[in-house]
């Protein structure tokens, strides 16, 4: 149904980098999620109520949050979708985010609210009533929110959206909450013992486990979470495949939504290379990570020296060296000063962060090495922390 929808409305719907068509997908999503749990809380809380089922009611309204989860979720691929404007000039991408962490806390609201009527259920038991006709609708209602499930998953993956796929996760969780509730339904009918009230409380465990991970989806995004490493890899791949590029450091990506993701890195060049050909090999790769990962990228060139042997012969050691300590660190922009009574080692060292040496110990574990190789080096090294 959401494919034919999107065929139908969707201008070149196959564009997913279009920032105009990630929002409609969004918005799309959104409007068929409102309609659909809106449908299924009508349906489950008749049921609930016929039935005297507190799980069933409680599922019923989980629904309703679900449908005012939409809601949020459409709005905000409305908002986030907003041009960048003189207050905002990264655009405005992380309102997703925002809108996310919104419905997740709906959720936790709707989890605590339903474990205090289980508790209340479990002290105050009550008889419930099962027949066909509920019994069938709750099966309805779990094929449906399976198959929300999966477009949400779908068409999340498609626009690489944390919005959708955390909806998607939230369905399944659905799917097993009503599945619960079927069984303790058929159970309470058959051998009379009503567990309806403890079938409540997992229920709402079950609502409030998804509400924490939704929380943990949105939040982390806007703490300055990790990029994706497939991205990071993406983006290494498209500046090595250039033949003057010798190595590449120092990577750091900004992601303001959605569509707005900014990398910035330093490219290794020779420095005996003509200076204008490097430049305009430095914009074209710029303009090459533009279009093929919809982004912003702004490249610094480093120019080393690669075709002195004394430098490389050095630098063959100090990599030794530093491999010797941990097989984790690497350094970038090494170069040799010469003087009359001594000769700086000028190098920056990237010391991942669960890297247990502190930074003074280690430059001082190097610098001890060095000095066995020869007592007139001197190293001048900075220590980086890798931000990818």
Same mark, same amino acid.
């Given at each position: 149904?959401?494919?034919?929808?999107?065929?139908?409305?969707?201008?070149?719907?196959?564009?997913?980098? #279009?920032?105009?068509?990630?929002?409609?997908?969004?918005? *799309?999503?959104?409007?068929?999620?409102?309609?659909?749990?809106?449908?299924?809380?009508?349906?489950?809380?008749?049921?609930?109520?016929?039935?005297?089922?507190?799980?069933?009611?409680?599922?019923? +309204?989980?629904?309703?949050?679900?449908?005012?989860? #939409?809601?949020?979720?459409?709005?905000?691929?409305?908002?986030? $979708? &907003?041009?960048?404007?003189?207050?905002?000039?990264?655009?405005?991408?992380?309102?997703?985010?925002? $809108?996310?962490?919104? /419905?997740?806390?709906?959720?936790?609201?709707?989890? *605590?609210?339903?474990?205090?009527?289980?508790?209340?259920?479990?002290?105050?038991? =009550?008889?419930?009533?099962?027949?066909?006709?509920?019994?069938? +609708?709750?099966? /309805?209602?779990?094929?449906?929110? *399976?198959?929300?499930?999966?477009?949400?998953?779908?068409?999340?993956?498609?626009? %690489? $959206?944390?919005? *959708?796929?955390?909806?998607?996760?939230?369905?399944?969780?659905?799917?097993?909450?009503?599945?619960?509730?079927?069984? !303790? !339904?058929?159970? $309470? @009918?058959?051998?009379?013992?009503?567990?309806?009230?403890?079938?409540?409380?997992? /229920?709402?465990?079950?609502?409030?486990?998804?509400?924490?991970?939704?929380?943990?989806?949105?939040?982390?995004?806007?703490?300055? &979470?990790?990029?994706?490493? =497939? +991205?990071?890899?993406?983006?290494?791949?498209?500046?090595?495949?250039? %033949?003057?590029?010798?190595?590449?450091?120092?990577?750091?990506?900004?992601?303001?939504?959605?569509?707005?993701?900014?990398? #910035?890195?330093?490219?290794? /060049?020779?420095? !005996?290379?003509?200076?204008?050909?490097?430049?305009?090999?430095?914009?074209?790769?710029?303009?090459?990570?533009? @279009?093929?990962?919809?982004?912003?990228?702004?490249?610094?060139?480093?120019?080393?020296?690669? %075709?002195?042997? =004394?430098?490389?012969?050095?630098?063959?050691?100090?990599?030794?060296?530093?491999?010797?300590?941990?097989?984790?660190?690497?350094?970038?922009?090494?170069?040799?000063?010469?003087?009359?009574?001594?000769?700086?080692?000028?190098?920056?060292?990237?010391?991942?962060?669960?890297?247990?040496?502190?930074?003074? @110990?280690?430059?001082?574990?190097?610098?001890?090495?060095?000095?066995?190789?020869?007592?007139?080096?001197?190293?001048?090294?900075?220590?980086?922390?890798?931000?990818?």
């Amino acid at each position: 149904m959401v494919s034919l929808f999107a065929k139908l409305f969707i201008k070149d719907y196959q564009n997913t980098k #279009s920032p105009s068509v990630r929002k409609a997908y969004g918005m *799309l999503c959104g409007l068929v999620g409102i309609g659909l749990n809106i449908l299924l809380f009508i349906g489950k809380f008749l049921a609930g109520t016929l039935s005297h089922s507190i799980a069933i009611t409680a599922d019923a +309204f989980n629904n309703l949050s679900d449908a005012g989860s #939409s809601f949020i979720t459409l709005a905000g691929f409305k908002l986030a $979708s &907003q041009k960048p404007d003189p207050d905002h000039p990264y655009g405005h991408g992380r309102i997703e985010y925002l $809108s996310g962490l919104f /419905v997740s806390l709906a959720i936790l609201l709707m989890a *605590l609210e339903l474990l205090k009527s289980s508790f209340e259920k479990i002290l105050h038991p =009550q008889d419930t009533a099962m027949n066909t006709l509920i019994l069938v +609708f709750l099966v /309805v209602s779990i094929l449906v929110k *399976l198959y929300m499930s999966y477009y949400n998953h779908t068409i999340g993956k498609k626009i %690489d $959206s944390a919005a *959708l796929l955390a909806t998607a996760a939230d369905s399944r969780s659905d799917t097993l909450a009503t599945l619960l509730v079927v069984l !303790s !339904s058929l159970i $309470s @009918e058959a051998t009379g013992f009503q567990i309806d009230g403890y079938c409540g409380l997992i /229920v709402g465990l079950f609502i409030f486990y998804s509400g924490i991970n939704a929380a943990k989806e949105t939040i982390n995004p806007l703490l300055g &979470q990790a990029p994706d490493k =497939q +991205f990071v890899e993406n983006v290494e791949e498209i500046v090595m495949s250039h %033949d003057m590029i010798l190595g590449i450091h120092d990577m750091m990506v900004h992601d303001y939504g959605p569509g707005r993701v900014m990398v #910035s890195l330093h490219a290794e /060049v020779p420095a !005996s290379g003509d200076i204008l050909e490097i430049h305009d090999l430095i914009d074209h790769i710029e303009n090459e990570i533009n @279009e093929k990962l919809n982004c912003e990228a702004t490249i610094h060139m480093d120019p080393i020296m690669n %075709d002195d042997p =004394q430098v490389n012969a050095m630098k063959e050691i100090v990599s030794r060296i530093i491999l010797g300590i941990d097989d984790s660190l690497h350094f970038h922009d090494f170069r040799m000063v010469v003087g009359p009574t001594h000769t700086n080692l000028i190098f920056d060292v990237l010391v991942p962060y669960k890297f247990k040496m502190s930074d003074s @110990e280690l430059l001082k574990r190097i610098n001890e090495e060095v000095k066995k190789v020869n007592e007139s080096y001197f190293i001048v090294a900075k220590i980086d922390h890798t931000y990818v």
